[in-house]
Structures are given as structure tokens and as C-alpha cells.
Nanobody, 127 residues
Framework: QVQLVESGGGLVQAGGSLRLSCAAS????????MGWFRQAPGKEREFVASISWTGGSTYYADSVKGRFTISRDNAKNTVLLQMDSLKPEDTAVYYC????????????????????WGRGTQVTVSS
């Protein structure tokens, strides 16, 4: 069982930066691939970024590659998403996800995430 709580969302101008944080609790966090997904109004939820349980591999959606960076600190049970050069199209609710069954970041992306989800944090980018 993993519980996830996101924070760090807010309103930012285009070109700005935000850092999202996901605080996790539960025994399986350190052995779970972790990731971020987002859902914009009227759209389906989509994959953003993932990281393996060791932190050794990462995977990004093409739309955020080169602008977003995912990282984790297993000692602090935390996953971060650094978002730079933000665009209005990045506006969405961002969800943290844990996938204990994914051995790699790529696998997690292809599976569409695991069964543990946070409640989300709103990110709004103004033009």
C-alpha cells in the first residue's frame, strides 16, 4: 500500500518554473517505479514522466522532454518534478503515481501507471 500527496502547484507565467513534490508513505515506495501524469480540462489523463525504483532510469513524454526533470529521494520518500520553460499547454492537474509492478521507467510509461494515485495538484501557466 502506498499513499501519495502532491504539492507545489500554482499559477506561473509562460517561460517560468515550478517544482512539484510527491510525498509518499507505505512500505513499497522504495521498490516502486514512480511517475507523473496530467489531465487538462476536456482531455484524457496523459503520461508526463517516470523514474525507476532505483532512480537509475527515467522516461519522458516528448512534449516535456528537455524541459521537465523527474527525480526521487528514497530516504525521504519523495518524488520531484522540476518543470522549466513552462508553456500554457502545460496547464493541467498533475498526479503522482506509484507502480510497484514496473521494473523500469519505460515499462511504467507503457503500462499507463500503477494502481496508486495521489489527488493531484493544479498547475496553471498563463500566456
Amino acid at each position: 500500500q502506498v499513499q501519495l500527496v502532491e504539492s507545489g502547484g500554482g499559477l506561473v507565467q509562460a517561460g517560468g518554473s515550478l517544482r512539484l513534490s510527491c510525498a509518499a508513505s507505505g512500505r513499497t515506495f522504495s521498490s516502486s517505479a514512480m511517475g507523473w501524469f496530467r489531465q487538462a480540462p476536456g482531455k484524457e489523463r496523459e503520461f508526463v514522466a517516470s523514474i525507476s525504483w532505483t532512480g537509475g532510469s527515467t522516461y519522458y513524454a516528448d512534449s516535456v522532454k528537455g524541459r521537465f526533470t523527474i527525480s526521487r529521494d528514497n530516504a525521504k520518500n519523495t518524488v520531484l518534478l522540476q518543470m522549466d520553460s513552462l508553456k500554457p499547454e502545460d496547464t493541467a492537474v498533475y498526479y503522482c503515481n506509484a507502480d510497484p509492478s514496473a521494473e523500469t521507467a519505460t515499462t511504467m510509461a507503457r503500462r499507463g501507471g500503477g494502481k496508486y494515485w495521489g489527488r493531484g495538484t493544479q498547475v496553471t501557466v498563463s500566456s
